[in-house]
T-cell receptor
């Protein structure tokens, strides 16, 4: 049963500390998404990778957030320095988009979500 | 900017009822629309994905329809069960690879 895994599941830290969240996409998936979910803002897309290359990170605060894919089996989201307003649940999702982009004229892109990392910054 | 709205925000129905969840979007130039389910404390589970050229998709007791011109999608759940209780979110992908999520409809199916 292939699943997206995320670590840690919970993180409590103090303001100013560095936080690193990790995601293992489903083996064979070539697309990885990072989302943030809060009660106030709902679900927001932070960053989006295809074949390990960042396609869109416009939703991510650049001054403190960074997202990388060191290899095809690991995606990381780092916050440095963390602030109380970063408290949220961070989800990673992966999917499979055929290389070249199109199948029958349209892309197939179902997203599979991980369980999330619940972050609390004090 | 695309805006996705889901109405109602919460819905409570007795078991066995058929029900409809609504999703509307402001820009009809979408690439696809996806319905998700989220259980408390969990991630999202994809239910149905409708490409922009399609009108509907079905999976078991679920049927999702898409009317791009009017900016609407509905998720129909037949013969609801207590296990269907969850928050249902719709998400629109535009032609620039951006995703926009609605705020969800929290469904409670009472035994």
């Amino acid at each position: 049963d292939a699943r997206v895994t995320q670590t840690p599941r919970h993180k409590v830290t103090e303001m100013g500390q560095e936080v690193t969240m990790r995601c293992q996409p489903i083996l064979g998936h070539n697309t990885v998404f990072w989302y943030r979910q809060t009660m106030m803002q709902g679900l927001e897309l932070l960053a989006y990778f295809r074949n390990r290359a960042p396609l869109d990170d416009s939703g991510m605060p650049k001054d403190r957030f960074s997202a990388e894919m060191p290899d095809a089996t690991l995606a990381t989201l780092k916050i440095q320095p963390s602030e109380p307003r970063d408290s949220a649940v961070y989800f990673c999702a992966s999917g499979l988009t055929p290389d070249g982009g199109r199948v029958g004229g349209k892309q197939q892109e179902t997203q599979y979500f991980g369980p999330g990392t619940r972050l609390l910054v004090l | 900017k695309q805006e996705v709205t889901q109405i109602p925000a919460a819905l409570s129905v007795p078991e066995g009822e058929n029900l409809v969840l609504n999703c509307s979007f402001t820009d009809s130039a979408i690439y696809n629309l996806q319905w998700f389910r989220q259980d408390p404390g969990k991630g999202l589970t994809s239910l149905l994905l409708i490409q922009s050229s399609q009108r509907e998709q079905t999976s078991g007791r679920l049927n999702a329809s898409l009317d791009k011109s009017s900016g609407r999608s509905t998720l129909y759940i037949a013969a609801s069960q207590p296990g269907d209780s969850a928050t249902y979110l719709c998400a629109v992908k535009d032609n620039f690879n951006k995703f926009y999520f609605g705020s969800g409809t929290k469904l409670n199916v009472k035994p």
